[in-house]
């Protein structure tokens, strides 16, 4: 496979369009691009039609406008091209009308009553700074799909790419009037980057098959650990295997033909869990290119005989998978505005954007931690593998000695680092991590860049994405606001460090994130532990972060309401399946085989006793089954009601609170007597593949 020439083959890029259109079409279509002017209509006409004809060359017969629904997936809705002809005939057509402007009767979606007070019918609208590309399904099916947002007809966001490409243009906005300050007028853009890294598991098709939990909840809501987990770390980059190797090489041709710069694969942590990364490009092309991963992932998984489980938590006991999202921020000239540079003055802008960072996660820490919440990263968050509920910043020994010595003004002895005068003095050179220094940090600097370790690794990187570049933007405000007002930039610098770091620093923490002595610390520097989505949820409700999303002009506060009740309901819903799943499993599969080996027992011990006398094993074994599957069948009857009373609730988020606190925790209790009964009867009684079955069969 010649990858250079697979690369990009599906995508009407840059090249494609450089070839295609005609010179000044091409020009005005990238000025539209690079300053995001609207395009002229007539200028639409020319860009469609050379799309379309693209496309058709390729096998396409309908376009889409694709876009991402609060649903956290994508959504499309195929149109053929065809137009009728007087002659009875069709042809291919596709308008700039067609192109820039969608109307899909996605009444079905969830706004969160938004369309029900506003508008009934919403919009897409191309976002052509991501490019389109051809989606081949089935044998021959291919779909020319365009990046859109989705808006009701009063401007109102509906999906999760509006708010994204509002807080980009905010945090440029704002990072400009900081480089401004410090005398940069070369650049005329920031823009965010992000590299996610996608972590995944992989179960043989036909154990997926048995299990109705990993069929409609993506996790399995049973099963005792194997004899074997993960303690022998002896996945994690481990040998890849062939069937696996297979798997991979096709994911990566089906991603390289998208566009997408594929990079590293590598085995994770828990049996039969895997990483994919691919190199960062800007954020609304990330979180484009990380949502048809997620869709290819599991295509191509099929393709296999696999199944691609992207859930947060699919197994007890070993890891859970999530989805490192690397953020910095990059200006239209090329320069990384986390990358400390060599010169004293790169020094003090990194430092600038450094102290930026640690204002805007100290303040908003909530925020972070509530746009990496969902049903899933519950079983991850704070149960001591990946990160903790808590959000501190890793920030490295060294860059927090530095920030230290200048924020104190004083000569700092610690590991050789000595005050540094802004503007004069260059930083000694920090190491590079090398991302095993700290695994614990939720919200680890990396050398160059941040990486956000919570998300989770089957929700869109929109949500944490809009987060960060909004509680940046307000950061780099203020200090573009005090810099612009100083006497000399240099020495603000250093006030401005000083204070950020008196304000702030309680947010750094370099130690280990997985311990106890950290939740005390962290509690007494009074920073948040937030352990539930339900909890974090509430967040979308404060004044605090309506004034911050208003103010940058990123979420209004019907557009954050409506997010608040559709992700209670999305919780509500997601706890709902799995209760029924497991009240279904329970019922039909393991009591029914409970009662077999029951059954057989007994009928053992009264043939047995007419000859030999008591039976102690048997009986002890009979009592034991019999205690379990008393307390299991009181369990169920538990949930049931459990379950009743929840849905009795009007209220979203306490209908929502009863569901973790009553629903899920009965479900727990449920899930220990199954597994308790699984370890003793005999495996080829039990109705389920085994977590040995799951786990290790690749
Ligand atoms: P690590 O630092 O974890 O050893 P890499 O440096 O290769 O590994 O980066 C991991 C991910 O971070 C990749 O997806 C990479 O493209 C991304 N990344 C690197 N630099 C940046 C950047 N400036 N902005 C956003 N993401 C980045
Ligand atoms: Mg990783």
Request: proline share 4%.
């Amino acid at each position: 496979m010649d990858v250079t020439q697979i690369f990009g083959t599906n995508v009407f890029n840059d090249e494609v369009m450089r070839k295609r259109l005609p010179k000044d079409t091409y020009k005005l279509l990238k000025e539209t691009i690079d300053k995001e002017t609207p395009l002229p209509p007539e200028v639409a006409d020319v860009v469609a039609s050379a799309m379309k004809d693209w496309a058709i060359e390729r096998g396409a017969t309908h376009y889409t406008h694709w876009f991402q629904p609060l649903t956290g997936r994508t959504a499309e809705k195929h149109d053929s091209f065809i137009s009728p002809t007087a002659q009875g005939g069709v042809i291919m057509e596709f308008s700039g009308k067609q192109l820039i402007k969608g109307e899909p009767d996605a009444s079905s979606l969830p706004s969160g009553g938004l369309r029900a007070t506003f508008e009934a019918r919403g919009y897409t609208a191309w976002d052509c700074t991501s490019p389109a590309f051809l989606k081949e399904d089935g044998v021959g099916g291919v779909t020319l799909c365009i990046p859109t947002a989705f808006c009701s007809y009063t401007g109102i966001a509906l999906d999760k790419k509006t708010p994204l490409l509002r807080s980009m243009a905010a945090v440029s906005r704002q990072a400009l009037r900081v480089l401004r300050a410090l005398g940069n007028t070369t650049a005329h853009k920031v823009t965010s980057t992000v590299g996610a890294e996608q972590e995944y598991f992989l179960v043989d098709k036909k154990f997926f098959a048995q299990r109705l939990d990993l069929i409609v909840a993506g996790r399995t809501l049973f099963g005792a650990p194997a004899p074997k987990g993960q303690e022998m770390e002896d996945h994690y980059f481990g040998q890849i295997k062939d069937r696996i190797a297979e798997f991979m090489k096709d994911l990566d041709k089906e991603l390289w033909k998208l566009g997408i710069a594929s990079k590293t694969k590598h085995n994770e942590v828990a049996p039969s869990q895997f990483e994919m990364a691919p190199l960062f490009t800007s954020t609304n092309i990330a979180a484009d290119q990380n949502q048809l991963v997620m869709e290819t992932l599991q295509k191509v998984a099929l393709r296999h005989n696999l199944v691609c489980l992207l859930h947060e938590k699919p197994y007890a006991g070993v890891n859970g998978s999530g989805k490192h999202t690397n953020w910095s921020l990059c200006t239209d000239d090329g320069m990384n505005l986390l990358d400390p540079g060599t010169t004293p003055h790169e020094n003090a802008q990194f430092l600038l954007f450094i102290c930026t960072l640690i204002k805007a996660v100290d303040r908003h820490a909530y925020l972070l931690r509530r746009s990496a919440a969902n049903s899933g990263n519950d079983h991850r968050l704070g149960a001591n593998e990946a990160p903790p509920a808590i959000i501190s910043i890793f920030m490295g020994q060294e860059l927090t000695d530095i920030l230290e010595a200048i924020a104190k003004g004083e000569k700092a002895t610690s590991r050789g680092s000595s005050s540094i005068e802004i503007g004069v003095d260059t930083l000694p050179p920090l190491p590079k991590d090398n991302s095993d220094r700290n695994r614990t940090s939720p919200f680890a600097f990396t050398g160059n860049k941040f990486e956000f370790r919570m998300v989770a690794s089957s929700a869109s990187i929109s949500g944490p994405c809009v987060v960060l570049n909004t509680i940046v933007a307000e950061a780099l405000d203020e200090i573009a606001t005090r810099l612009e007002k100083a006497k000399d930039v240099n020495k603000e610098t250093t006030l401005i460090i000083r204070d950020t770091m008196k304000e702030h620093g309680r947010i750094i923490f370099n130690g280990n994130n997985y311990s106890e002595e950290w939740v005390k610390e962290a509690g007494k520097r009074g920073l948040p532990n937030i352990r539930s989505t339900v909890e974090a949820l509430k967040t979308f409700t404060d004044k605090k972060a309506l004034d911050l999303f208003k103010k940058y002009k990123v979420l209004s506060k019907e557009e954050l309401h409506s997010r608040y009740e559709i992700y209670l309901e999305q919780y509500t819903k997601q706890i709902n399946i799995e209760a029924k799943a497991a009240l279904d499993m329970v019922n039909s599969l393991y009591i029914p085989s409970v009662l077999h080996f029951v059954k057989e027992l007994a009928e053992t011990i009264e043939k047995l006793e007419a000859v030999k006398g008591p039976t102690v094993v048997q009986r002890d074994l009979l009592a034991r089954i019999s205690t379990l599957l008393e307390a299991a069948y009181r369990n169920v009857e538990k949930l049931d009601t459990e379950l009743a009373k929840a849905h009795e609730i009007d209220d979203s988020y306490r209908r929502a609170a009863a569901c973790r606190d009553n629903v899920f925790a009965t479900m727990n209790d449920l899930r220990k007597n199954i597994d308790a009964l699984e370890k003793i009867v005999p495996r080829k009684l039990w109705p389920v593949p085994t977590y040995a079955d799951l786990l290790f069969n690749l």
